[in-house]
């Protein structure tokens, strides 16, 4: 199966260990490509190594071993710097416990994402109110999170992460922290975004919500595995 | 051989130049992302303004410190001035009231000093018509030709009794000039000065050295063999303190016996705030058509004056300020690491979408200098206040240097980055992965 495009992501043989004792093996020999478009889920019980999976996908963590293309850009041995702008323009975070900033409105926190790439300040009101209409929440431009429920505060969330147009979309157990009837309106959004071919990896060890991705990956002590439907 | 010793020798140092040169180019690289990569100065204000007016009871709280220090250095320093403009008025009265004038001297080639002009006799009614003299009186040195004093008529064997007692002449207005005090008599008036009276003063060691102790006897003293009667002995004087050691006679009797012919100064008393005036005024009065002639000292303007007493007292009241300071400073750099504990899950998010370190410690940086630079207005502005009102309760006309006033609060912001400096640290060093979990 070869695409004309290259993977957005291509993880060859990685491998993360954290030093002991004991040594810890959370991540061995994962082999891991997702093209552009995809809608992936990465399904597993807690401890079997997804977070460090995360972090590595996310560039907050780096591979003892292996390599990592992030469309097309080997990533294992940049410098701090360039992985922190790479992480501001090409991945964007979406996480269980949302990380909405208590004391900024719902507008001021979708343009935090742009703070750090040099988007004209002129330009980041507007993106931002166009990414808040993608997740249906253009009603509550000017409000407090404190004043949102769990399933409004995760779109907020959403549409940060979307704002600065990512190559990847990078979901951390996001119904997690909410109720049923929440968690359905959050991926929903998820499909709509996946019809409009935003890449999108979730992380979860919910069934439910992994089922709902095109495609399903399981990781079990640090194996990875595909999931045939 | 020689070349591995040397070697040797400098390994050591070449290895720490390398580590510095690097740690340096780590710096200066990470400065200068901060100002042309990916982030503006201006948003970096503005999330560090936002982090700050976020808890505006903790802001109060932290500001509370340098408030306190600002407030305290800049009322000691303002208090200090004025205190110090009111001491200077009121100790130094005695000084800041007197003025003299003399004649101008030139050396002549042969060595000796010449008069370019001469004090008129009646400088002292030419002076006192001036607006802000209070009294002036003439005074000069008499050469008696060789003549010693005596406290008895007759001579002992031997000149035992004659003694090396410098003679003097005054004008009337000289003691009041000179604020002396008498222990016991009077001063001469007009009418000793035109008749040529030999009358004396002693001044008070004078008068011990020539045993002269009550004067309600009439007492004589013989200059040669002239007698002359004691009418007062003078206690103190304010200024020109060899009349304390002299005999001192009208200068119409001076003239007269001794064949005076020149005043060697005049001495004015003003009042209070005219000496400036007066020192201008007085050299025209005495000798209109050669003022230049007279040479007139005067103390130093009221301004130099007071410089010099502010330096003494502001020493201590810097020190407290600056102790207050230091104490302020410690709070903020405690409040501000508690704040950054407290915000670790939103230094790991800002991480999450782009932020470098240096963008995480020159935020938090940042929210301590507005903290300092904030504590810093408001106590300037306390401070200020506090001296005004010190200075209406005293009844003082309050004095603050407008450069205290400027410098005060970027005094409060630098400490606000000083103590900002290790909890920006810390903020740098949060690793994203942990700060996320939450």
């Known amino acids: 199966m070869t695409t004309s495009t290259t993977p957005v992501v291509e993880m060859t043989g ?5 030093p002991g004792p004991p040594e810890v093996h959370a991540v061995r020999g994962v082999d891991l490509s997702v093209r552009a478009g995809e809608y992936v889920s990465i399904v597993g019980p807690s401890g079997s190594g997804k977070s460090t999976l995360l972090h590595l996908l996310g560039l907050l963590d780096r591979p003892t071993r292996g390599s990592y293309r992030l469309d097309g850009v080997e990533v294992g041995d940049l410098p701090e710097r360039r992985r922190a702008a790479l992480r501001a323009s090409r991945i964007g975070f979406v996480f269980q416990a949302f990380h909405l900033l208590a004391h900024r409105s719902v507008l001021e926190n979708v343009t935090l994402s742009m703070l750090y790439q040099r988007v004209p300040r002129r330009e980041r009101a507007a ?44 979901a951390d157990e996001p119904t997690g922290n909410l109720d049923s009837a929440n968690a359905d309106g959050v991926l929903e959004v998820f499909d709509e975004l996946h019809a409009q071919g935003v890449t999108l990896v979730v992380i979860t060890h919910n069934d439910e919500v992994s089922q709902r991705a095109q495609r399903r990956v399981r990781i079990v002590d640090g194996h990875l595995s595909e999931v045939t439907v | 051989m020689r070349a591995g010793r040397i070697g040797r020798l400098g390994r050591a140092p070449v290895a720490w130049l390398r580590r510095g040169y690097a740690t340096l180019r780590r710096v200066w690289r990470g400065l200068a992302g901060l100002r042309r990569r990916r982030m503006y100065l201006r948003d970096l204000l503005d999330e560090a303004l936002a982090g700050v007016a976020a808890r505006p009871a903790r802001l109060a709280l932290l500001t509370l410190g340098t408030v306190l220090g600002i407030a305290a250095l800049v009322s000691t320093v303002g208090i200090g001035q004025t205190a110090a403009g009111q001491i200077t008025q009121r100790f130094d009265e005695a000084v800041a009231t007197r003025v003299t004038v003399e004649v101008r001297l030139r050396p002549d080639p042969d060595g000796t000093q010449v008069a370019l002009a001469r004090l008129p006799w009646d400088a002292p009614e030419r002076l006192t018509r001036l607006n802000g003299v209070t009294a002036a009186g003439t005074y000069a040195r008499v050469d008696t030709g060789g003549q010693r004093v005596s406290g008895r008529p007759v001579d002992e064997p031997g000149g035992a009794g004659r003694r090396d007692v410098p003679v003097a002449a005054a004008s009337p207005g000289l003691f009041a000039a000179l604020q002396a005090t008498l222990r016991a008599g009077r001063v001469f008036d007009a009418g000793h000065d035109e008749r040529g009276d030999p009358v004396v003063l002693l001044g008070r060691h004078a008068a011990e050295r020539l045993g002269i102790h009550r004067i309600d006897t009439q007492p004589a003293i013989f200059i040669g063999d ?52 007066v020192a201008g005024q007085a050299p025209v009065a005495i000798d209109p058509n050669y003022p230049d002639l007279l040479q007139v000292n005067a103390p130093p303007r009221p301004g130099e004056l007071r410089r010099d007493v502010i330096g003494d007292v502001n020493a201590l009241f810097l020190v407290l300020g600056g102790v207050a300071l230091l104490v302020g400073g410690l709070g903020i750099a405690n409040v501000t690491l508690l704040s950054v504990l407290e915000r670790i899950s939103e230094i790991g998010l800002r991480r999450a979408v782009g932020a470098t370190r240096w963008h995480i410690a020159g935020q938090f940086l940042l929210e301590s200098g507005i903290v300092g630079l904030l504590g810093g207005l408001v106590g300037t502005a306390v401070g200020v206040l506090a001296t005004v009102g010190v200075s209406a ?40 992965i942990a700060a996320l979990r939450a």
């Open chain 1, 14 to 18: 990685i491998g993360r260990t954290f």
């Open chain 1, 127 to 170: 993106r931002a109110r166009a990414a808040l209409e993608r997740v249906r929440m253009s009603h509550r431009v000017e409000f407090s999170p404190a004043t949102l429920s769990g399933g409004e505060r995760q779109r907020v969330a959403i549409a940060r992460a979307l704002v600065t147009e990512p190559s990847l979309l990078l």
């Open chain 2, 226 to 277: 002239q007698p002359f009667t004691v009418i007062g002995v003078v206690e103190s004087v304010g200024a020109r303190a060899e009349v304390l050691d002299s005999v001192v006679m009208p200068v119409g009797t001076a003239r007269a016996r001794y064949g005076l012919t020149a005043l060697d100064v005049v001495e004015i008393r003003t009042e209070l705030g005219a000496a400036q005036l």
């Open chain 2, 393 to 432: 309760v005293r009844e003082w006309t309050p004095l603050l240097d407008p450069r205290l006033a400027v410098t005060a609060p970027l005094l409060g912001a630098l400490i606000g980055l000083l103590a900002g400096a290790y909890p920006a640290w810390r903020a740098a060093a949060v690793e994203p």
